[in-house]
């Protein structure tokens, strides 16, 4: 099983980005998360495409991009160009997700689709053969910082059978309130990829701090 760790960049310092990306380079980091928030899918506002291709410009890592807006199939072409080598839309916010999924592929990025903490596994029944990335939300998306929801190793666990069961290649990416307590618990439940933010940006040695992650 992949052991991977994808730093969220909303909680780094934005005065330096450049200083904060040099930093994830040099870095054992596997991916950089890029959360986008619209303020209406969400009840937060982050940032958008200019800072996803300014990003884009000072790291070879691939843009683990996670879009927390509505109607996210109007953006791919936009993120695509922008930088993201993978793109993950939100099930809620995809009345066609079969479509919205087929799109993101045919633009040569990898598709990834984020449940939120009530959302059942069972709703990617019909789509986990066609996706890469399986991305389950352990805090309710909007805000870092806050703190993992418990039930989430279950569904850790629920999209593992189902990725069996299927065949699918896709990989589970688990996002909120993880931090070196419980990462270990995480990965054991199935996870192959950890985003984290705050743990990794408030820490003495963020860079040691990556290393520690994959180290668990
Ligand atoms: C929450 C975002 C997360 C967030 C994770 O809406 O999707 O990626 O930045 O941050 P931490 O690790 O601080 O919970
Ligand atoms: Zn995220």
Redesign the pocket.
């Known amino acids: 099983m992949s052991k991977l760790v994808s730093p969220?960049i909303?909680?780094a310092d934005f005065g330096n980005l450049q200083k904060e990306i040099d930093m994830l380079n040099r870095s054992r980091a596997d991916w950089i998360?890029l959360?986008i928030?619209d303020g209406v899918f969400?009840p937060?506002i982050s940032f958008g495409l200019p800072v996803v291709k300014a990003v884009s410009k000072l790291t070879a890592k691939p843009l683990d991009v996670?879009l927390?807006i509505v109607n996210p199939e109007k953006y791919a072409e936009k993120f695509c160009k922008a930088g993201a080598s993978i793109l993950t839309v939100q099930y809620e916010a995809c009345v066609h997700l079969h479509g919205t999924v087929q799109h993101i592929k045919s633009l040569g990025m990898k598709a990834g689709v984020a449940l939120n903490p009530h959302t059942p596994v069972s709703s990617v029944e019909n789509i986990i053969g066609d996706i890469d990335l399986l991305l389950i939300?352990s805090?309710?998306?909007?805000?870092?910082?806050?703190t993992f929801i418990a039930r989430s190793t279950d569904k850790i666990r629920q999209a593992g059978d189902l990725i069996t069961r299927s065949g699918s290649g896709a990989l589970i990416e688990v996002?909120?309130?993880?931090y070196l307590e419980n990462a270990g618990a995480i990965y054991s439940a199935g996870a192959d990829v950890l985003?984290?933010?705050?743990?990794?940006f408030s820490a003495a040695n963020p860079q040691d701090y990556i290393a520690k992650l994959k180290e668990i």
Do not use: K
Not at 139 to 144: C, D
Not at 175 to 178: A, K, L, N, R
């Open positions: 969220s909303l909680s998360h959360d928030m969400v937060n996670h927390m939300m805090v309710n998306p909007g805000f870092g910082g806050q996002d909120g309130g993880i985003v984290s933010g705050n743990a990794v």
